[in-house]
Every structure is written in structure tokens, then in C-alpha cells.
């Protein structure tokens, strides 16, 4: 897939399951991503102190991830090392593709909702240029706002596919806007057939719909 794709962005949750041997695994497969694509490292980490450094230590270092995803929830001071290298960098939770993802992201505190207020920080702790946004695109509804708060930050964009998300509602959503956007398919790509084909199933899968996304 990687003449269709920008980026990769391994789950850690599925190579952390099987222990020693999917972390090993886990760093075979960053491994394998040519050079030149970014590298995403989907682990939603957020914690403070020792404990923060300790994951941007395993993120960057260990497994040479160019970025990774972090929960904002412990504040920015929680986030600090993930971005305090410029040639690293963090995309910060804000509004997630899960249904539940209206529990807490778009509760309003002092007149505006948590993602915005999430957004802000981000923005705020965006000095040197390696903090980007988590918006799912299953809420294409609330994409112009973050958008407009968003000073330019950089989209991570997940729930194209298996959860729902619309391409169309999401070209809708962005059209006007030139921050960059990474949308993140997963399974409709990984999972396109079961048959002895499947290497060519999933390459076709990645061709359509990076068609779909440009035209």
C-alpha cells in the first residue's frame, strides 16, 4: 500500500496483546515502512513527570516513531514530552470517532466544548511546529469548527470505513481549509477479502480509496 500512503500508523493494543513477541513484531513491522513515510505510532499515551518521559523514551527512541497519539486529560505539562523534540511530535486527542466520545469531549465548560478548549491547548503548545490534532470523521459536522481554532494544525483523521465515516461528508467538511490531513483507514483495508489474493485485495483497497480521497 505504500504507493497510496503518506503514513502508518501501527496499533500498539494488538502487538502489546502477544507480549515480548508482538513488541517484536511491533518493531519489525516500523521496520518495514519505506522511507520517507511518516510513522504514527498509535498508543494514546498521557500521563505526567518521569512517567510521560518514560513513553516519549519508548515511542521515539525505542521504536523510532516519528509521531505518536497522546490523551490531553493530565494537561500540558503531560504532553511536553512528546513535543519537546521538533523532529518528533504528538497528535493530541480531541474529538474521537467513537460514539462515547460525546461523554466527555462535548460536554461544555465556561461556555465552549472540551475538544475546543483541547484544541486551544494544543495550539498553545505548538512552538515548534510538532502537534497536531485527533478528529474523527465521523463527526464531519464539528471538523469547520476545530478547523477554525485550529491554526493551521495538522488532522489525523480516523473512522473512514469500519466505524462509519463518509469520505464525501469529509471532503465536504475540510473543502476550504489547507490544513494538512492524514485520514487513517484501517480495517476496510487491511481486512478487504480473505482470499489467496488478499495481498493484491488489500493494495486494490488502498488505490480506491485514495482515489476517492483526491478527486
Known amino acids: 500500500?505504500?504507493?497510496?500512503?503518506?503514513?502508518?500508523?501501527?496499533?500498539?493494543?494488538?502487538?502489546?496483546a502477544h507480549g515480548s513477541v508482538g513488541w517484536d513484531q511491533l518493531k519489525k513491522t516500523i521496520e518495514a515502512i519505506p522511507e520517507g513515510k511518516l510513522v504514527i505510532v498509535d498508543a494514546k499515551r498521557g500521563d505526567i513527570g518521569n512517567t510521560a518521559k518514560a513513553?516519549?523514551?519508548?515511542?521515539?527512541?525505542?521504536?523510532?516513531a516519528d509521531m505518536v497519539t497522546v490523551s490531553p486529560y493530565l494537561g500540558g505539562?503531560?504532553?511536553?514530552?512528546?513535543?519537546?523534540?521538533?523532529?518528533?511530535?504528538?497528535?493530541?486527542?480531541?474529538?474521537?470517532?467513537?460514539?462515547g466520545s460525546s461523554d466527555i469531549q462535548e460536554l461544555i465548560a465556561a461556555?465552549?466544548?472540551?475538544?475546543?478548549?483541547?484544541?486551544?491547548?494544543?495550539?498553545?503548545?505548538?512552538?515548534?511546529?510538532?502537534?497536531g490534532l485527533v478528529a474523527g470523521a465521523t463527526k464531519p459536522e464539528s471538523l469547520p469548527e476545530i478547523l477554525d481554532i485550529a491554526d493551521g494544525l495538522p488532522l489525523l483523521i480516523p473512522g473512514i470505513g469500519a466505524q462509519g465515516g463518509s469520505?464525501?461528508?469529509?471532503?465536504?467538511?475540510?473543502?476550504?481549509y489547507s490544513n494538512p490531513a492524514f485520514v487513517?483507514?484501517?480495517?476496510?483495508?487491511?481486512?478487504?477479502?480473505?482470499?489467496?489474493s488478499h495481498e493484491w485485495d488489500v493494495r486494490e483497497s488502498a488505490m480506491k480509496l485514495c482515489d476517492e480521497l483526491v478527486r
Open 1 to 16: 500500500t505504500h504507493q497510496f500512503a503518506c503514513a502508518f500508523k501501527p496499533n500498539l493494543a494488538f502487538y502489546e
Open 55 to 64: 513513553y516519549a523514551i519508548a515511542m521515539f527512541d525505542e521504536l523510532k
Open 77 to 99: 505539562d503531560s504532553l511536553a514530552p512528546f513535543i519537546a523534540d521538533r523532529d518528533k511530535g504528538a497528535f493530541v486527542l480531541a474529538l474521537t470517532s467513537n460514539p
Open 111 to 131: 461556555g465552549r466544548s472540551i475538544y475546543s478548549h483541547v484544541v486551544r491547548l494544543a495550539v498553545s503548545l505548538n512552538q515548534l511546529q510538532n502537534v
Open 167 to 176: 469520505v464525501d461528508a469529509l471532503k465536504s467538511a475540510l473543502r476550504g
Open 184 to 196: 487513517n483507514v484501517s480495517r476496510k483495508i487491511i481486512y478487504a477479502s480473505q482470499s489467496d
